[in-house]
Antibody, heavy 124, light 107 residues
Framework: EVQLVESGGGLVQPGGSLRLSCAAS????????MDWVRQAPGKGLEWVGR??????????EYAASVKGRFTISRDESENSLYLQMNTLKTEDTAVYYC???????????????WGQGTLVTVSS | AIQMTQSPSSLSASVGDRVTITCRAS??????LAWYQQKPGKAPKLLIY???SLQSGVPSRFSGSGSGTDFTLTISSLQPEDFATYYC?????????FGGGTKVEIK
């Protein structure tokens, strides 16, 4: 059974840093692209970034709103995905989800399995 | 970035109704579109990918159509468990972008 469990959320002051983790199980982690998606309180979904799979050297893409501040990484030995968030702003307050990406041989279509989310609150 | 315009933003419907939600992309995205359902306090659930392919385990009353810039999610006969918010997502170009959501409420 595919499982994704996020952790690491909490309250942080503006300008601070936080690292989110996503523990993956039930599938071959290195074979899959992975996304981070967030949702501000009462708002819609916003894509944050993507980590491609091992054959694609775990390369990454980011939304403009987080580029240069957030970094996605993986630990293959721990089957874990990470989101390092630096220089946090109040507008980064959101529930953060990790998702396994559904890809065919040619195209990807967003997350087919999602974690339960972890809440990040940026406030003084 | 590709803008995804979803309509309506909300709708009221009764059990058994046929419901249609549309998503328009600001430029062509071929079939690079997915539809998600989200219930309060829960993670999104993938319903449709590649514009019209039904995700495994999703009831057949859900269907998707379209290509290029105009897409549709249809629920053929609305069930009580279908009251939720629905989002489209384009996964054709980075940055990926979601539609603004459609909240389906009970009439």
């Amino acid at each position: 059974e595919v499982q994704l469990v996020e952790s690491g959320g909490g309250l942080v002051q503006p300008g601070g840093s936080l690292r989110l983790s996503c523990a993956a199980s039930g599938f071959t982690f290195s074979d899959h692209y992975m996304d981070w998606v967030r949702q501000a309180p009462g708002k819609g979904l916003e894509w944050v970034g993507r980590s491609r799979n091992k054959p694609n050297t775990y390369s990454t893409e980011y939304a403009a709103s987080v580029k240069g501040r957030f970094t996605i990484s993986r630990d293959e030995s721990e089957n874990s995905l990470y989101l390092q968030m630096n220089t946090l702003k109040t507008e980064d307050t959101a529930v953060y989800y990790c998702a396994r990406v559904l890809c065919t041989s040619t195209t990807c279509y967003g997350g087919d399995y999602w974690g339960q989310g972890t809440l990040v609150t940026v406030s003084s | 970035a590709i803008q995804m315009t979803q309509s309506p933003s909300s709708l009221s419907a009764s059990v058994g109704d046929r419901v249609t939600i549309t998503c328009r992309a600001s430029q062509g995205i071929r079939s690079g579109l997915a539809w998600y359902q989200q219930k309060p306090g829960k993670a999104p659930k993938l319903l449709i990918y590649a514009a019209s392919s039904l995700q495994s385990g999703v009831p057949s009353r859900f269907s998707g159509s379209g290509s290029g810039t105009d897409f549709t999610l249809t629920i053929s006969s609305l069930q009580p468990e279908d009251f939720a918010t629905y989002y489209c997502l384009q996964d054709y170009n980075f940055p990926l972008t979601f539609g603004g959501g459609t909240k389906v409420e009970i009439k």
